[in-house]
């Protein structure tokens, strides 16, 4: 424990401190995806999960609504994720199709501070529950950690989202707390809970992660043999 002149206790002192960078990156290369920066090549494949014929549950926790016409989803996608960096958008490929099958993001990207979170996470139903999306996690992750280098990772969802919640506990995240009242959208209150990686955390995860990921955990019809919940972070 540090103390300063007062001797009032203070946090530990970080040596040669610099502040961030921004994303930019075009694409992450995984055995089973590809994450690649959005764009409006990847129009036709995301209407598909993001359209009228998109699963509405997905919609219930976020400040968004499916789209009925794709001119609107079109004119969405250029202006609110491909002409912007924040959040920093990435679209999931699935190599075996060669398919977009999701989206996620980087947002309230703090350079100063190195904090960053993920966000704006939208699965197709082929991506739900899969080796894919858990690799296009682990991709984004490495890259926030060992390329960025930043110090915190959040995830942050509505209280009642349990789909959410359970995700960012499986992958590693720890819950911070409630923040109530945090929001208003779509007319009603939302509380939010807020889960966080930080640095020093990021091997032991990174190796389970890996662990999990392996071909050795999956069987010759690409079932798990241990779950990611199942294994600790050492």
Not at 64 to 88: A, H, I, Q, R
Not at 118 to 126: C, D, F, I, P, T
Not at 187 to 206: L, P, Y
Request: with cysteine; glycine share 6%; charged share 30%.
């Amino acid at each position: 424990m540090r103390y300063n002149q007062f001797n009032q206790p203070i946090g530990e002192a970080i040596e040669n401190y610099e502040i961030g960078s921004l994303p930019d990156v075009t694409c992450f290369e995984g055995k089973t995806v590809r994450v690649e920066r959005v764009k409006m090549d990847h129009a036709k494949d995301i209407y598909e999960y993001l359209g009228p014929d998109s699963d509405q549950r997905m919609f219930s926790y976020i400040p968004l609504d499916g789209f009925s016409s794709y001119e609107e989803f079109e004119k969405f996608l250029l202006e609110e994720w491909v002409s912007k960096n924040d959040p920093y958008m990435f679209t999931i490929i699935d190599k075996a199709s060669g398919k977009a099958v999701g989206n996620l993001g980087l947002l309230d990207m703090d350079k100063k501070n190195r904090v960053v979170e993920m966000g704006w996470v939208l699965y197709s139903n082929k991506l739900k529950r899969t080796r894919q999306a858990t690799e296009a996690q682990y991709l984004v992750m490495e890259y926030v950690f060992e390329v960025l280098k930043y110090r915190c990772y959040k995830w942050e969802c509505d209280h009642f989202n349990a789909a959410s919640r359970n995700s960012a506990l499986r992958l590693g995240f720890t819950f911070e707390g409630t923040f109530r009242n945090a929001m208003v959208y779509k007319g009603r209150n939302r509380d939010t809970d807020w889960f966080s990686i930080i640095d020093s955390e990021w091997e032991s995860n990174k190796k389970r992660l890996q662990t999990w990921l392996s071909d050795d955990n999956f069987d010759e019809n690409g079932n798990q043999k241990q779950s990611l919940s199942s294994m600790k972070i050492n």
